[in-house]
């Protein structure tokens, strides 16, 4: 199986900037698209931005030109640096990774969540 662990969340006044990173571990064979959701309280899960293993980005329209997603495929780790934050980006985001491991000499796809770090943008 593939792991995924979040870190770099934390309280920041709005304005502010955090880095999350993502780390994924295990019989990893290759890793397609990565990327980072958020889920605010009493509202459902939502794309923030993914990667792909070749580096096409894709970005929700609230975090576009604040939010940059790259990848450090040697590390099979995922970032996202945030800008000028807004109370409204306060959430638990999750990373996401999808891609191939190895199991018993067999390649099997995977879909992987972290355990979601919080984000709070707040004075």
């Known amino acids: 199986q593939v792991q995924l662990v979040e870190s770099g969340g934390g309280l920041v006044q709005p304005g502010g900037s955090l880095r999350l990173s993502c780390v994924a571990s295990g019989s990893i064979s290759s890793i397609n698209a990565m990327g980072w959701y958020r889920q605010a309280p009493g509202k459902q899960r939502e794309l923030v931005a993914t990667i792909t293993s070749g580096g096409t980005t894709n970005y929700a329209d609230s975090v576009k030109g604040r939010f940059t997603i790259s990848r450090d495929n040697a590390k099979n780790t995922v970032y996202l640096q945030m800008n000028s934050l807004k109370p409204e980006d306060t959430a638990v985001y999750y990373c996401?990774?999808?891609?191939?491991?190895?199991?018993?000499?067999?390649?099997?796809?995977?879909?992987?969540w972290g355990q979601g770090t919080q984000v709070t943008a707040s004075s």
């Open positions: 996401n990774a999808e891609g191939r491991y190895r199991l018993d000499a067999r390649l099997r796809n995977f879909g992987s």
